[in-house]
């Protein structure tokens, strides 16, 4: 059996004195103590469970039993939750098959903090916001929204042409529209934000021109916000959603509740997929 191995669909966010985790092919958060994110911060596939004891023993000031039950427990804990690779080596077994409670009471008793032993908690719903880091390895963090989704949800608010005293200055039609729909991360339907848009659109003797505020709200605490110009060809609905197409450079600028990616850079690359029923986000971080 191979060494522990972390698996490479997680990523992490600090966490008090732990680790967040999130689990991208799940779809699930986790919140490490202290012991658990060490254990598992260190299993690289190199790192043998006598290694991890030794570690454990010297960080947490434990005897060598004690530190053997607090790896046992650790690695039991990361695989159950699937945070590891399947094949995963374990310590030689414990002389005696300690239940949790059984631990807790034989630590206290020796007088070792509890706060030590390790736990892998899930995260709720309600408190992913502070527990949803961005995506593996650097890549781009990626959502996208349906064009039929935002299309249902769009109102439109009166607007009339102008005449102006120059052609350039006078409309002939205008049209006025604001929506918002959810987005989502490829291949899960469940939602994890909104992105909500106005579209001021206009016509003159020349042209068709939209301008388009736009604004993305994510369950992770990434909110950034965008305007984007652009000349279409016609004023139908799809058509103006799609306009939405751009790239740019935006900021996490704005702060409500935990929030990991406040002040953060991104460059932004919005595009039309699968014949234009969907809108797509791709936020790469830009390193300060």
């Given at each position: 059996?191979?060494?522990?191995?972390?698996?490479?669909?997680?990523?992490?966010?600090?966490?008090?004195?732990?680790?967040?985790?999130?689990?991208?092919?799940?779809?699930?958060?986790?919140?490490?103590?202290?012991?658990?994110?060490?254990?598992?911060?260190?299993?690289?596939?190199?790192?043998?469970?006598?290694?991890l004891m030794e570690l454990l023993r010297q960080n947490l000031n434990v005897s060598r039993a004690q530190a053997e039950?607090?790896?046992?427990?650790?690695?039991?804990?990361?695989?159950?939750?699937?945070?590891?690779?399947?094949?995963?080596a374990r310590p030689r077994p414990l002389s005696s098959k300690l239940t949790r409670r059984q631990m807790l009471t034989t630590f206290a008793t020796a007088g070792v903090a509890l706060a030590v032993v390790p736990m892998?908690?899930?995260?709720?719903?309600?408190?992913?916001?502070?527990?949803?880091?961005?995506?593996?390895?650097?890549?781009?963090?990626?959502?996208?929204?349906?064009?039929?989704?935002?299309?249902?949800?769009?109102?439109?608010?009166?607007?009339?042409?102008?005449?102006?005293?120059?052609?350039?200055?006078?409309?002939?039609?205008?049209?006025?529209?604001?929506?918002?729909?959810?987005?989502?991360?490829?291949?899960?339907?469940?939602?994890?934000?909104?992105?909500?848009?106005?579209?001021?659109?206009?016509?003159?003797?020349?042209?068709?021109?939209?301008?388009?505020?736009?604004?993305?709200?994510?369950?992770?605490?990434?909110?950034?916000?965008?305007?984007?110009?652009?000349?279409?060809?016609?004023?139908?609905?799809?058509?103006?959603?799609?306009?939405?197409?751009?790239?740019?450079?935006?900021?996490?600028?704005?702060?409500?509740?935990?929030?990991?990616?406040?002040?953060?850079?991104?460059?932004?690359?919005?595009?039309?997929?699968?014949?234009?029923?969907?809108?797509?986000?791709?936020?790469?971080?830009?390193?300060?």
């Amino acid at each position: 059996m191979e060494n522990p191995r972390k698996r490479t669909t997680v990523t992490t966010a600090a966490g008090g004195d732990g680790l967040h985790l999130f689990d991208h092919q799940q779809q699930q958060a986790y919140a490490l103590n202290t012991t658990s994110a060490l254990v598992w911060q260190h299993c690289d596939g190199q790192t043998t469970p006598e290694q991890l004891m030794e570690l454990l023993r010297q960080n947490l000031n434990v005897s060598r039993a004690q530190a053997e039950q607090l790896t046992c427990l650790a690695l039991d804990e990361l695989g159950k939750a699937n945070l590891l690779e399947d094949e995963v080596a374990r310590p030689r077994p414990l002389s005696s098959k300690l239940t949790r409670r059984q631990m807790l009471t034989t630590f206290a008793t020796a007088g070792v903090a509890l706060a030590v032993v390790p736990m892998v908690a899930l995260v709720t719903t309600q408190a992913r916001a502070q527990a949803l880091p961005a995506s593996p390895n650097g890549e781009p963090m990626t959502y996208f929204l349906n064009v039929t989704d935002f299309i249902n949800s769009l109102i439109e608010i009166p607007a009339k042409p102008i005449q102006g005293h120059h052609i350039h200055n006078s409309t002939t039609d205008s049209k006025y529209f604001a929506g918002i729909a959810n987005i989502y991360m490829p291949d899960n339907q469940n939602s994890v934000g909104r992105c909500s848009a106005s579209f001021l659109c206009f016509k003159n003797d020349q042209r068709f021109y939209t301008d388009i505020s736009n604004y993305i709200s994510v369950d992770n605490g990434l909110i950034v916000s965008w305007f984007t110009p652009t000349t279409l060809i016609d004023l139908e609905l799809d058509s103006i959603i799609n306009s939405m197409v751009t790239e740019c450079i935006v900021v996490a600028a704005t702060k409500i509740g935990p929030n990991p990616f406040y002040g953060e850079t991104f460059n932004l690359v919005v595009s039309s997929q699968m014949s234009g029923q969907q809108i797509q986000f791709d936020f790469t971080n830009i390193p300060s």
